[in-house]
């Protein structure tokens, strides 16, 4: 991994709102409104948090009909421990199950 996209991956998750999207789509795929009733946010902040999760490639999203779901993207999921609740970066730990 080239270190911008280190740079971009930390800075997507150093906001409490973004750990807890992430949280929340480790368990399973979400629409937006799912995931600002979940948060108690508006629409509008949820997506803007998931562009920047977009961009940092730890979120994908995909249409099932009308709606618009998002999940964790492969790439990030393998890089989860093996119970998909910690990222282990070297430099620092997120634990993902503290932000549920």
């Known amino acids: 991994m080239e270190s911008q996209d280190w740079v971009h991956l930390l800075k997507a998750l150093a906001d409490e709102t973004r750990l807890r999207i992430v949280s929340l789509l480790l368990n399973e795929p979400l629409s937006v409104g799912q995931l600002a009733e979940r948060l108690d946010a508006t629409n509008y902040n949820v997506?803007?948090?998931?562009?920047?999760?977009?961009?940092?490639?730890?979120?994908?999203?995909?249409?099932?009909?009308?709606?618009?779901?998002?999940?964790?993207?492969?790439?990030?999921?393998?890089?989860?421990?093996?119970?998909?609740?910690?990222?282990?970066?070297?430099?620092?730990r997120f634990n993902f199950d503290h932000f549920e």
Do not use: N
């Open 47 to 92: 997506s803007k948090h998931l562009r920047i999760l977009r961009e940092a490639g730890v979120v994908t999203s995909s249409k099932h009909g009308r709606l618009l779901q998002s999940s964790i993207t492969p790439a990030f999921r393998r890089r989860l421990s093996d119970d998909q609740t910690v990222l282990d970066l070297g430099c620092c």
